[in-house]
């Protein structure tokens, strides 16, 4: 019985299957949970950064806009980017190459615009201007999943260097993509599993629990839920789950978009103050296409501070090591504002 | 038929089933690419370093030792890790923990000092240090492997900052596991597929079709092949596999140990020589426990350069986003000496 809450043990994540070590040794480590200085010396605007208003020319084309702020003539953007991953000139046919399967780089891989100011992070937003980001993700979200050669749209926003970023002004961006990653398959078919077995949606049954063991909450409101998961892959990840059984992003009403929005500045704003402004990535998980109605799956964001790096154990066993307890993690998070 | 040999296509890696995305144009972002000046300001001798020769009173213990080459005392070392992830005090125990599942962390977490020398990197070893270091990583393979609690034995090296190590001293690492993660073992019911399938291993399949198609091979011996994946992950990814169909690298023979030395320094050497030393991860990736005499598994050694970063996308979606194609980078580490 001693390792259920040892610092010294390993959980598994009951959706994923994945094992994660728990090891508060390490935090000892020469380097291990070096933070970043709050840097806050960009000007608010760069003559030479496209996503700033009056650069107009340096971009593609503007595909979205949201309606301005008090005296900003918008509040965000999406854009096409200049260096895509997937585009709609790809095509979408899957073709034997030899030994090995290959299909066209088929999708869509935009640019939202957070802020109109070069130098606005999530913590500074005003609550109308963070409503507008949650509506322009939600809008971006319904436009590409009507595409039908799309079967999956990740929206996610990488901030600061360490979480993969090239821009400094502000921005998110959505990847839609035509074919769906064999580890997003496997949690679908392990999720279908559990309601097979159960007759219920594994993501509300853990919902559930969390409410139930209360350690592991970091905030919550009516229509959402935040907590450290159990099996945390990495100090300090969050995830933001519905209250309301959905699979489908794109259902959350006007309500639920005001709730979202005040409970992620919230939380980004708690990360920001309590690691000294760590570099992190959101990421929204949502069905994927043709699962829309299914009763197992469960759309929910998951926040991940890189304030560790992933070491060649971590990148090739597929497991992962974390040395914080996420109960730990979790109290502090709940404390700090 | 486009695609085939685009450099804006998605491609599946037959054994993980991995989709990678290979996209060019994502050479050109801000910042990608960028590679650390090799610094060669490192004394040979650090009187703070524990693994410097004379500081073993800093070194819990030695748990194995290599003659040493010319003048020099020793030329390997294995010690325990003094920021053990897995240790043998741990217990084996697996405990239901309400809705969850956890267990000890019990396993083994080994250090190997790579040369006495604090600044000799890998591309400066003699050829019989570098043998040497094989001998160890073999010999401690074959002793961990002994103990009936672990499953796994990963033997790795994490070079430079982005690779995830916190200690300048060249050293690699041994983690002997108690379980096996589920990426592995999903591998290891799709190669089982395969041979269902097939009647043959997948990797010895796959290595024949790299033999026949060359674009992708960098170096060849009588007991080796290296090349970079069909779907490799990041840039400059290289895999090395024995010519000979065995799962356990515990199996390799004296006449192997010589080749893979000569062929993992020299590769080391090339990314060293044409990427201005680059972090860099490898990893062995050898059988897991019950499945030595297995016919479809295959023992071989990832080294995943670490010159981007994975981003949130990347992070959350299981897609992996490379801007080089493996051709490209076959040929160029081929042409490198």
Redesign the interface.
């Known amino acids: ?4 809450n ?1 610092v ?5 994540d ?1 959706i ?4 994660v ?3 508060s ?2 935090k ?5 949970h070096k933070t970043a200085p709050i840097e806050n010396t960009l000007p608010r605007y760069d003559p030479a950064c496209p996503f700033c208003p009056g650069n107009e020319k340096m971009l593609p084309a503007i595909l979205h806009e949201s309606p301005g702020i008090s005296d900003q003539q918008w509040s965000t953007r999406s854009v096409p980017n200049r ?5 709609s000139s ?2 979408l ?1 899957r ?1 034997k ?9 088929y999708g869509h891989h935009e640019v939202i615009i957070d802020h109109p100011r070069h130098n606005k992070e999530i913590p500074y937003f005003d609550p109308e201007q963070m409503h507008s980001l949650i509506d322009t993700y939600h809008s971006r979200y319904i436009t590409l999943m009507e595409d039908p050669g799309v079967v ?1 749209v ?1 929206i ?3 901030h600061g ?7 400094l002004h502000p921005h998110s ?1 959505i ?1 839609a ?3 769906v ?4 398959r ?1 949690q679908e078919i392990r999720a279908e599993e559990y309601f097979d077995d159960m007759g219920s949606c594994i993501y509300c ?2 919902m559930h ?1 969390e409410i139930e ?1 209360v350690s592991r909450i970091v905030t919550q409101n009516s229509s959402f839920i935040s907590f450290v998961p ?2 945390a892959k990495v100090p300090y990840e969050i995830w933001i789950l519905p209250k309301r059984h959905t699979a489908d992003f794109g259902s959350i009403n006007e309500f639920e978009k005001k709730e979202l929005s005040s409970m992620l500045q919230d939380l980004i704003s708690r990360l920001h103050n309590h690691l000294n402004d760590p570099d992190y ?3 929204i ?1 949502s069905y994927t296409r043709f699962k829309s109605e299914e009763p197992h799956l469960h759309w929910y964001i ?1 926040i ?1 501070p890189r304030i ?12 992962f ?1 974390n040395p914080d307890l996420p109960e730990e993690n979790a109290k502090i998070l709940s404390n700090v504002s």
Chains 1, 2 share one sequence.
Request: hydrophobic share 35%; charged share 15%; aromatic share 12%.
């Open positions: 019985m001693a390792q259920k040892s010294h043990c390993l959980r598994q009951p994923s299957k994945e094992w070590i728990f090891s040794v390490r000892s480590r020469p380097h291990a260096y895509p991953a997937l585009s790809g095509n046919n073709e190459n030899g030994f090995y399967l290959c299909m066209g780089a999956m990740s996610f926003r990488n260097l360490r979480a993969g970023t090239s821009l961006q990847v993509s035509p074919t990653p064999r580890s997003i496997l049954d853990l629990n063991v159990y099996a990535n959101y990421l998980h998951q991940i560790l790096t992933r070491a060649g154990f971590e990148m090739g066993s597929g497991f090591i």
